[in-house]
């Protein structure tokens, strides 16, 4: 059974670029998370994916949009890129009657230069 | 504003002796309260979780102690080994608004030999 994956596991892009991110979620899961985890930080929440639909965002700017098909996997869109943006982006994935076990992916590691 | 609050930044125990981390929280509806370990290039993997209503919980070597009316819980790891060298993350979330995780800033944990 594998848990969740991600894609790229490293990407470069230069200031203004638009990047998107790619997650599986774990088998049968059908909600998805994305955080942005800056060096040396604690992962910060971006959005949330049920359904088709955003159901939680943070605190991330319009930038950051994101979309999940109907076999539950999940894109993350960044626009116009700042060197700021450069982080480990994890996805996470859960059960919409247990979202409070998530699991998460390796990660994509995203250097803006 | 940092929901969770972890210390201490970095700590080095010696095999075989105990690891002590903390966490302190504001919002009184956070009612999940995980901890995750991650390995340098890997996402973070749930090691324990504990909710409001115990104030200790147990999975082997792993502990958590919960104290509801101080806001804070901690995760102590018993028998300390070099393999558990690794970044520790408190988080806390709130089923009423899609366990969306709040995350501390991470423990750096050395094991020596």
């Known amino acids: 059974d594998a848990g969740v994956t991600q894609s790229p596991t490293h990407l470069i892009k230069t200031r203004g670029q638009q990047v998107t991110l790619r997650c599986s979620p774990k088998?049968?899961?059908?909600?998805v998370s994305w955080y942005q985890q800056a060096l040396g930080q604690g992962p910060q929440f971006i959005f949330q994916y049920y359904e088709e639909e955003e159901r939680q965002r943070g605190n991330f700017p319009d930038r950051f949009s994101g979309h999940q098909f109907p076999n539950y996997s999940s894109e993350l869109n960044v626009n116009a890129l700042l060197l700021g943006d450069s982080a480990l982006y994890l996805c996470?994935?859960?059960?919409?009657?247990?979202?409070?076990?998530?699991?998460f992916g390796p990660g994509t590691r995203l250097l803006v230069l | 504003q940092q929901q969770v609050k972890q210390s201490p930044q970095s700590l080095i125990v010696q095999k075989g002796g105990i690891s002590i981390i903390n966490c302190a929280y504001e919002n009184t509806a956070f009612d999940y309260f995980p901890w995750y370990q991650q390995f340098p290039g890997k996402g973070p993997a749930l090691l324990i979780a504990i909710r409001p209503d115990v104030s200790e919980k147990k999975e082997g070597r792993f502990t958590i102690s919960f104290n509801k009316s101080a806001k804070q819980f901690s995760l102590h790891i018993m028998d300390s080994q070099p393999g558990d060298s690794a970044t520790y993350f408190c988080a806390a979330s709130h089923s009423n608004t899609g366990n969306q995780f709040y995350f501390g800033t991470g423990t750096s944990l050395t094991v020596i030999p």
């Open positions: 088998s049968g899961h059908d909600t």
């Open positions: 996470a994935s859960s059960l919409a009657l247990q979202q409070e076990t998530q699991y």
